[in-house]
Every structure is written in structure tokens, then in C-alpha cells.
């Protein structure tokens, strides 16, 4: 089976070959690329898929930016695992969003194929609709596909504070020095101490509150986030990214994110809990 790139254009001029589908709109009647994933937000139980910090609102100028990254790498997921179904004439194919409705009911987006894809350079396949699972709509795909999980292992999504937590300082300051707060972009030896004052907090937090660790996905795994509070005791400035070594049984950290990325990668596994991610 062919392996694509992305769900949908990620950007100008992608070859479409890469892509598996279109999402069409009705531009003539003020609609834009960003409509068919409005009719899932809808859908779907609320969430707020947009950024609430106007850093990040200026920066993606979209209405759903953590949406469409959301749905893009679940559809990744899905045919890395296999799990993509198609109708028995092949000429359907409908996956698992993960999202559900307000009533619990998963919810599904279907496509059908564009047999001149190749002739017209779009495209292979095109989107039809979303549904929940009682939709009639679905009836090509059942049993429907399941949902597509990250989680092999619970000891993941847990920090264990028994371990020791190993941090690359140089490189966070020296290749990572834009994601700091401004004040500590231009003095090292301020920067170096308030992030080893907030590392050295966050076994303590943890302990008090096993959820300040959030489960994110990259590259193929799981790691954990963890808030670094450089600024503010009570607002995260930055979220330290924790890889866990098993066989040499420590933590190591080698990088930052900021708010933005660090949601976006968690959003992935699991709706995060806002007390520090929030962006």
C-alpha cells in the first residue's frame, strides 16, 4: 500500500503524489481551506484547537491550527499501524479521528478516490464527510477501524522520580537561546542558573502532582514534558523535554520547546491538563 507524506497539503506547491487527500471548500461562498475541519471541531466535544497567547495566535494565523496538526499526524499513525480501512471495492477508505462527540461516539472521515488523480495532478483521494459511528455513511467501512494509540508501555506516561534526571545545559542555552525568555537570551551565566533552580524543582512537583508530567510523541516515542518555570513561579516559560534511557535507567533532557510545540506534540496522545500547558 502506497505511504503518504501528510493527510492534506502542508504546504505551497507540495507534490500531490504526497498528499492523500483534498479537503474542498465553497470559496464562492465564503468558505476557506480551513471549513472541513471547522465542520469536525463542531462535530466534536468542545475543545479550544486555537492558541489563547497572541505570540502563537500571530504566529500560525489560522482558526484551527492544533486541529488540522491533530487530525494530519493521526492520519500518520493510522497507516503506520494499518489502520486505514477501504471499502471492498477500493475505491473508499475512512479512518479514526480519536475525537467523539458530546454523546461519546467516535467519530470517522471517509474519502473516496479520484481515479484521474494522476492525470489531473491532485490528489488520490478526496474528503467526503466526517461521521460519528451510527452514521449510515459508514456502512462500507464496518468493522469500523479502531483508534490509533502511541502507548506501549504505562511506565511512559509516568515520571519516575526515583530516577535521575540527567540535563544537557549547554546544549538547551547554546542551540535553544531564541526559546529563552528575553531577559535570559543575553546573560548565559543567569540563564544557566535560573534553569538549574527550575530543574531542581521539578522532582518536588511531581511528587505533589504526578500530571505536571505530560506525555508527548516524537520521532516514534513517548516522552515526557515538564514545566520550566524561569520567570514566574506560577507560569511555565518553556516545557523540558525528558527522554527516559532504560537500559542505562536515567532521565536525560537535551532540549526545550516552547508552548506552542510542546501542546501541539502532546495534544497527539491525550487532551493536556492546563495548569502549566497552556499556550
Not at 515526557?224 to 516559560?237: E, F, Q, S, Y
Request: hydrophobic residues 35%.
Amino acid at each position: 500500500m502506497k505511504t503518504y507524506e501528510s493527510l492534506y497539503s502542508r504546504y505551497f506547491d507540495q507534490p500531490s503524489n504526497e498528499i492523500f487527500a483534498h479537503f474542498p471548500y465553497d470559496g464562492a461562498n465564503g468558505e476557506t481551506w480551513e471549513s472541513p475541519f471547522e465542520k469536525l471541531a463542531n462535530l466534536a466535544k468542545s475543545e479550544n484547537w486555537n492558541f489563547t497567547k497572541k505570540e502563537f495566535k500571530n504566529k500560525y494565523k489560522q482558526k484551527y491550527p492544533i486541529l488540522t496538526n491533530y487530525l494530519n499526524y493521526t492520519f500518520k499513525r493510522a497507516q503506520e499501524l494499518g489502520l486505514i480501512n477501504y471499502s471492498k471495492e477500493g475505491d473508499k477508505a475512512c479512518f479514526n479521528t480519536g475525537l467523539q462527540t458530546n454523546d461519546d461516539k467516535d467519530i470517522f472521515v471517509t474519502f473516496y478516490q479520484n481515479k484521474k488523480s494522476e492525470e489531473l495532478d491532485k490528489p488520490d483521494w478526496t474528503c467526503f464527510t466526517f461521521a460519528d459511528s451510527y452514521s449510515s455513511k459508514l456502512t462500507s467501512f464496518r468493522p469500523l477501524p479502531e483508534i490509533a494509540t502511541y502507548i506501549d508501555d504505562a511506565n511512559d506516561l509516568i515520571f519516575d522520580t526515583k530516577l535521575k534526571l540527567d540535563v544537557n545545559y549547554e546544549h538547551i542555552i547554546d542551540h535553544n537561546s531564541d526559546h529563552l525568555p528575553p531577559q535570559l537570551q543575553t546573560n548565559r551565566r543567569i540563564a544557566l542558573t535560573s534553569i538549574k533552580g527550575a530543574v531542581e524543582s521539578l522532582k518536588d512537583k511531581v511528587i505533589r502532582n504526578y500530571k505536571v508530567a505530560i506525555p508527548h510523541w516524537y520521532e516514534g516515542k513517548v516522552q515526557l514534558l515538564l514545566p520550566l518555570n524561569l520567570t514566574d513561579d506560577h507560569v511555565a516559560d518553556l516545557a523540558l523535554v525528558v527522554d527516559r534511557d532504560k537500559e542505562g535507567n536515567i532521565y536525560r533532557a537535551r532540549t526545550v520547546l516552547t508552548m506552542d510545540l510542546a501542546y501541539i506534540d502532546a495534544r497527539l496522545i491525550t487532551r493536556p491538563d492546563r495548569d502549566w500547558l497552556n499556550p
